[in-house]
């Protein structure tokens, strides 16, 4: 099994007065977000002292739910403070990339910088950046593989040209090279069932979060379907669970601590994207019916095609579902080894620091999970 600390670098002060989406910028304080990103470094490093096999990150825009518009430049920085673990992007959003030759550029320098420890991860994004971005959702998919095309073509060819429907190059030369051959190892979030068809014809590694166990055990399962249909069995390397997860020293404490943390990380997921109320980016059903089709869920079992609204699930609903692994740790252990067993995965990327968690908080969960959790999973 590979750990890896999974960060979406969230704002830790929004005011629960604040309106809904979109949150006006005067309430970002700027030394507030200053002190969260060195924050967030600082744990992101001190896991390779921890023994975790990496940090992953993602991309997120107009929302103090992720803070992070470009996770590249996270990456670069931990490049120069890290040495061994490796360093992923899940991912950068390329459908909302006018030119993808610059992530097929920085995603090469990035893994010159880090030594050849780049996991360069791809994403499709949340519906309301694409009204944000003024990207026609409608072309999301179309984008979103033509860029992946471009950009392998880009680190595998010396001189290269592209024609498709949204991109046309010709007689282009990639400098830098990714130090990687012949590319970094590539992740792609992916839950429809257009993408996880589209991830087995490229035999590609998927990540899942944001769903129930059982749920997740559907999609990873229609994954392992579809690649038996096309020849192959997929491995437990292909295969990446997300988890909010936090270690204290006892059951209670560890609800004491972080159950209020979670709260206030729903409350920042609302007003980032679930209650997008500004007059074009409420009509969430046309966005969704311009990203994923009638067949895109329908691999679910009957009793797993409701999504579920998180936020209203008590504690122990919470743990149930599988959506968040707390407790002490021998409790930690057994929610996720009974995880892991379930869905068949061998990566497993844990969201230590939830929403307003103090730092200290989240550096005593990575140290006992170093200690007494990493250990027994071994």
Same mark, same amino acid.
């Given at each position: 099994m590979k750990l890896y600390n999974f960060d979406l670098l969230a704002y830790p002060k929004l005011d629960n007065n604040a309106p809904r989406t979109p949150v006006p910028s005067s309430y970002f304080d700027p030394s507030v977000g200053a002190a969260n990103y060195q924050e967030h470094i600082d744990e992101m490093a001190y896991c390779e002292k921890l023994g975790f096999d990496g940090v992953v990150f993602n991309e997120h825009h107009y929302s103090a739910y992720g803070t992070m518009p470009s996770p590249n430049l996270i990456a670069a920085a931990l490049s120069q403070r890290t040495r061994r673990m490796r360093i992923g992007v899940l991912g950068n959003i390329l459908p909302l990339r006018s030119h993808p030759v610059r992530v097929a550029e920085e995603y090469a320098m990035l893994d010159c910088l880090t030594g050849g420890r780049l996991i360069a991860g791809f994403v499709r994004g949340v519906p309301a950046e694409y009204v944000w971005y003024n990207v026609d959702p409608a072309e999301s998919r179309g984008r979103f593989e033509e860029a992946y095309e471009l950009i392998k073509t880009a680190w595998t060819q010396p001189v290269w040209s592209y024609k498709g429907k949204f991109f046309e190059f010709e007689d282009c030369a990639l400098w830098p090279r990714p130090l990687q051959q012949p590319h970094?190892?590539?992740?792609?979030?992916? @839950?429809?069932?257009?993408?996880?068809?589209?991830?087995?014809?490229?035999?590609?590694?998927?990540?899942?979060?944001?769903?129930?166990?059982?749920?997740?055990?559907?999609? !990873? /399962?229609?994954?392992?379907?579809? =690649? @038996?249909k096309a020849g192959w069995e997929a491995p437990p390397e292909n295969f990446i669970l997300t988890r909010h997860i936090f270690v204290g020293e006892s059951d209670e404490e560890a609800r004491r601590i972080a159950e209020p943390a979670l709260r206030y990380f729903f409350t920042l997921s609302a007003r980032g994207f679930n209650e997008a109320v500004n007059e074009r980016?409420?009509?969430?059903?046309?966005?969704? =019916?311009?990203?994923?089709?009638? @067949?895109? !869920?329908?691999? !679910?079992?009957?009793?797993?095609?409701?999504?579920?609204?998180? =936020? *209203?699930?008590?504690?122990?609903?919470?743990?149930?579902? #599988?959506?968040?692994? *707390? /407790?002490?740790? /021998?409790?930690?252990?057994?929610?996720?080894? +009974?995880?892991? +067993?379930?869905?068949?995965?061998? %990566?497993?990327?844990?969201? !230590? %620091?939830? #929403?307003?968690l103090a730092h200290e908080e989240v550096v005593r969960s990575l140290e006992r999970f170093s200690a007494e959790v990493r250990p027994a999973l071994a």
């Open positions: 970094p190892p590539i992740w792609v979030a992916a @839950r429809s069932a257009e993408s996880l068809e589209w991830c087995v014809s490229k035999q590609l590694p998927v990540a899942q979060v944001y769903s129930t166990t059982a749920q997740i055990e559907d999609t !990873f /399962g229609y994954y392992r379907t579809v =690649a @038996r980016a409420a009509d969430r059903e046309k966005l969704n =019916a311009a990203l994923n089709s009638a @067949r895109s !869920f329908s691999y !679910f079992r009957e009793e797993n095609r409701p999504r579920i609204d998180f =936020a *209203a699930l008590s504690w122990e609903e919470l743990i149930d579902t #599988g959506y968040v692994i *707390a /407790g002490s740790p /021998g409790t930690v252990v057994k929610q996720l080894r +009974d995880q892991m +067993d379930r869905v068949g995965a061998s %990566h497993f990327m844990g969201m !230590f %620091h939830i #929403g307003n």
